[in-house]
């Protein structure tokens, strides 16, 4: 069964500490796309890949970047965490238009 | 831009009966259409997709959804809810270079 797997589920980190959230794929995809999702505000974009080392900005970058230095791993990295990103982080990977395949999520807490 | 809406925040439907989930897009060309569910705590799972041809399409758990393109619409349906169908569902369109834009998601509350 094809899988996107998030090393965490759950994450408690503290005001200016750096975080990485880790994403792993095994299907051979060539996009992979970070997405955080809020009450009320759906899912929105903040990095996608369609390549390694190949990186784009989303709808909402500020405050994380990504890195991808093997195709079948995304990461997430919070350079300063602030209270304001407590959220969902959700990954998915692709390989065309035709849908996503989604992790289970980490919910990110910062205190 | 593509954008989604779905206008309903918040549904609550009595087990057994239908069920019908709003969605309106904004997309410059032929989109394409998606619907995903999330269970509480869960990743989103695809329920299923329009890309072309028949504009009523069959997905998993008895779900269908009719593209109509006068009305930018992608509604999602149920003859009959399920307790299990309690969920967040999402309605999604493919946007450039492989881009999916969410709408804000549905809760659907089922009461027995």
């Given at each position: 069964?094809?899988?996107?797997?998030?090393?965490?589920?759950?994450?408690?980190?503290?005001?200016?500490?750096?975080?990485?959230?880790?994403?792993?794929?095994?299907?051979?995809?060539e996009?992979?796309?970070?997405?955080?999702?809020?009450?009320?505000?759906?899912?929105?974009l903040?990095?996608?890949?369609y390549?390694?080392?190949?990186?784009?900005?989303?709808?909402?970058?500020?405050?994380?970047?990504?890195?991808?230095?093997?195709?079948?791993?995304?990461?997430?990295?919070?350079?300063?965490?602030?209270?304001?990103?407590?959220?969902?982080?959700?990954?998915?990977?692709?390989s065309?238009?035709?849908?996503?395949?989604?992790?289970?999520?980490?919910?990110?807490?910062?205190? | 831009?593509?954008s989604?809406?779905?206008?309903?925040?918040?549904?609550?439907?009595?087990?057994?009966?239908?069920?019908?989930?709003?969605?309106?897009?904004?997309?410059?060309?032929?989109?394409?259409?998606?619907?995903?569910?999330?269970?509480?705590g869960?990743?989103?799972?695809?329920?299923?997709?329009?890309?072309?041809?028949?504009?009523?399409?069959?997905?998993i758990?008895?779900?269908?959804?009719?593209?109509?393109?006068?009305?930018?619409?992608?509604?999602?349906?149920?003859?009959?809810?399920?307790w299990?169908?309690?969920?967040?569902?999402?309605?999604?369109?493919?946007?450039?270079?492989?881009?999916?834009?969410?709408?804000?998601?549905?809760?659907?509350?089922?009461?027995?």
């Amino acid at each position: 069964d094809v899988k996107v797997t998030q090393s965490s589920r759950y994450l408690v980190k503290r005001t200016g500490e750096k975080v990485f959230l880790e994403c792993v794929q095994d299907m051979d995809h060539e996009n992979m796309f970070w997405y955080r999702q809020d009450p009320g505000l759906g899912l929105r974009l903040i990095y996608f890949s369609y390549d390694v080392k190949m990186k784009e900005k989303g709808d909402i970058p500020e405050g994380y970047s990504v890195s991808r230095e093997k195709k079948e791993r995304f990461s997430l990295i919070l350079e300063s965490a602030s209270t304001n990103q407590t959220s969902m982080y959700l990954c998915a990977s692709s390989s065309s238009e035709l849908g996503y395949t989604f992790g289970s999520g980490t919910r990110l807490t910062v205190v | 831009a593509q954008s989604v809406t779905q206008p309903d925040i918040h549904i609550t439907v009595s087990e057994g009966a239908s069920l019908e989930l709003r969605c309106n897009y904004s997309y410059g060309a032929t989109p394409y259409l998606f619907w995903y569910v999330q269970s509480p705590g869960q990743g989103l799972q695809l329920l299923l997709k329009y890309f072309s041809g028949d504009t009523l399409v069959q997905g998993i758990k008895g779900f269908e959804a009719e593209f109509k393109r006068s009305q930018s619409s992608f509604n999602l349906r149920k003859p009959s809810v399920h307790w299990s169908d309690a969920a967040e569902y999402f309605c999604a369109v493919g946007g450039h270079g492989n881009k999916l834009v969410f709408g804000a998601g549905t809760i659907l509350r089922v009461k027995s």
